[in-house]
């Protein structure tokens, strides 16, 4: 997936006509369990290359095959978000078993009008044009350009690349960028931001879990402010993230875990504006029977000298408290959290249009969803008060879409028993 851009630069609405229905993901006798895995077979990926999908296996050709680690398998290669459905079936052969992996691939060469929403506030709406290709070359790298007018009109091109230099499993992304934002600080006056400027990051895995990545960038802004003062800066950045991934699947998780550390600084030491910010976040997933779970996160950011109003942190734009969903607070230090159930009401299945290959095997499903929303932000020199602590709780539907991944609709309630209807776009725990 391309880092840093917008969900709803891709969402696409499509019509779903049921022509089949789809159930099993891993097909193999437990019989089997234990022999050698004499040959993988990769059928259906006409542009993805076979070593991509190969990378995300544990078991390989000679391996004792394991049905449990074929599953975790077969959900890390689905991760790759380019495939509809991968499914794995297993035939002995002889005294060992040959494995056949069928993925349906996505439609990857998107052109596209955009019309998105803004911090979740639906009248803040973004309306434009542009494309993305999700497997340039094979190789689930991503290439996009889209503009926007409307709400914060941008301009962004990006480049992802996942796997670099193959054996030294390297990772790199490019991204230039010129937008004119609304500032959220100056809330009764339309303040706006002019920045333009680019960030190039290049990073590395290590195995299948663990990331590290080194990004630097140039960021120009300028800012006129009420008081007449305005903003006029040139801000190198320099940062570093390390991440550790063992979640089952990305776009709805069900078991594993997400640990990511976020460390990265703005301006140079002398200069008016230099200020460094560290963040962490924790989700952890813990099922309790093979198609539900318990969710949990927690997400944390503190700033170091002081923050500009144009990179302080919020609750009540991208970060929001279920039951405090259109209130916003503002602040240099932040934290949130959250637990959640999630249960399976209509379990995953697949549905196929016609006979082109980009609509076969979509995904669909419905989980009902029990959850506690809580958290902060605050400004540090006066510190971290029981008042700014704020929690919602409620109920929820979470509709598993082919190419939007997930649609959810939630009923909350804050503190004090007032309710709310909220609908967004994936997974909040």
Not at 81 to 110: A, H
Request: glycine residues 10%; contains cysteine; hydrophobic residues 40%.
């Amino acid at each position: 997936m391309i880092k840093k851009t917008r969900a709803g630069y891709f969402l696409t609405l499509i019509i779903i006509l049921t022509i089949k229905i789809l159930y099993a993901q891993t097909v193999v006798d437990s019989t089997l369990a234990g022999r050698i895995i004499s040959k993988i077979k990769i059928t259906g990926n006409n542009r993805t290359k076979k070593s991509v999908i190969l990378r995300e296996m544990k078991l390989k050709e000679g391996s004792l095959l394991d049905p449990e680690q074929l599953e975790k398998d077969r959900k890390r290669i689905e991760s790759l978000m380019v495939f509809n459905r991968v499914l794995i079936k297993g035939e002995p052969d002889s005294s060992s078993v040959l494995l056949e992996i069928n993925v349906t691939e996505q439609l990857y060469f998107i052109p596209f009008p955009v019309l998105f929403i803004n911090d979740r506030d639906w009248s803040k709406v973004s309306y434009g044009a542009g494309f993305i290709h999700t497997n340039f070359s094979g190789m689930t790298d991503k290439l996009g350009m889209i503009f926007w007018l409307g709400y914060d009109p941008s301009i962004h091109f990006v480049y992802y690349n996942p796997w670099m230099g193959k054996k030294y499993n390297l990772l790199a992304e490019i991204e230039f960028f010129y937008a004119k934002i609304r500032n959220k600080h100056y809330t009764e006056n339309k303040v706006y931001e002019f920045q333009k400027g680019f960030e190039w990051s290049l990073g590395k895995r290590w195995g299948h879990h663990l990331y590290g990545e080194i990004s630097v960038g140039y960021k120009s802004l300028k800012m006129d402010t009420p008081d007449g003062n305005g903003e006029n800066d040139r801000l190198p950045g320099l940062g570093f993230s390390v991440m550790c991934d063992k979640r089952d699947l990305v776009e709805f998780p069900l078991s594993g875990y997400l640990l990511r550390m976020i460390v990265k600084t703005a301006g140079l030491p002398g200069a008016e504006t230099f200020y460094q910010q560290v963040g962490s976040e924790v989700r952890a997933y813990i099922p309790v029977t093979e198609r539900s779970s318990f969710a949990f996160r927690f997400k944390s950011a503190a700033s170091v000298n002081n923050l500009p109003v144009y990179d302080r942190y919020y609750i009540g734009y991208s970060e929001r408290i279920r039951g405090h969903y259109n209130e916003i607070y503002e602040g240099d230090s932040f934290l949130i959290g959250g637990i959640g159930f999630r249960f399976p009401i209509l379990g995953i299945r697949y549905f196929s249009i016609s006979n082109i290959p980009q609509l076969k095997n979509m995904k669909f499903g419905l989980y009902g969803s029990l959850f506690i929303d809580s958290g902060a932000v605050w400004f540090k020199r006066a510190g971290l008060k029981r008042k700014d602590i704020i929690s919602g709780a409620g109920i929820g539907l979470d509709f598993i879409l082919p190419y939007i991944h997930v649609i959810r609709l939630d009923f909350a309630v804050d503190e004090e028993g007032k309710s709310q209807f909220i609908a967004g776009f994936g997974v909040d725990i």
